[in-house]
């Protein structure tokens, strides 16, 4: 089934986003790193590692984390394309961890005949410690 494209008319700024929660894997976790090449797994896989590097267990890699936030705004805002995504990572997210993400919509613009959005963005572990804040910018890709 396609999703209807959301019209600029229809965002309104304190608009919600989401919530959504996902729940990284440790394969989700695999096939990040070997699609990114990351070589260096140790804070991803070895629980010792992890330890001996001042974590309580292995992590996700924030890139991978981050990707959930773009495909959050990629499903809420059909038809538009992400601009730009700053992020700030706050605390390391855990594997199996959910993570709760949501945004809100603060400021639309129309600049020369390009319609565009900005948005705060949050991901939150069970615990209630934020893992990443950012924000996002949208255009209309019509």
Request: proline share 7%; net charge negative; glycine share 10%.
């Amino acid at each position: 089934m396609q999703a209807t494209p959301k019209l600029f008319s229809d965002i309104e700024i304190g608009d919600e986003i989401g919530p959504v929660t996902r729940v990284p894997t440790t394969e989700m976790v695999k096939r990040y790193a070997e699609a990114a090449g990351i070589r260096d797994l140790h804070f991803f896989f070895d629980p010792e590692q992890a330890r001996q590097n001042g974590l309580e267990r292995p992590i996700v890699p924030g890139p991978l984390t981050a990707g959930f936030l773009a495909q959050m705004l990629k499903d809420h805002f059909v038809g538009w394309q992400v601009r730009a995504l700053q992020t700030t990572f706050r605390t390391p997210a855990r594997h199996g961890e959910p993570l709760h993400l949501w945004g809100t919509v603060t400021e639309k613009t129309d600049q020369d005949g390009v319609p565009t959005v900005h948005c705060d963005l949050v991901a939150e572990n069970e615990r209630g410690d934020r893992v990443i804040v950012g924000t996002a910018t949208l255009s209309w890709r019509g």
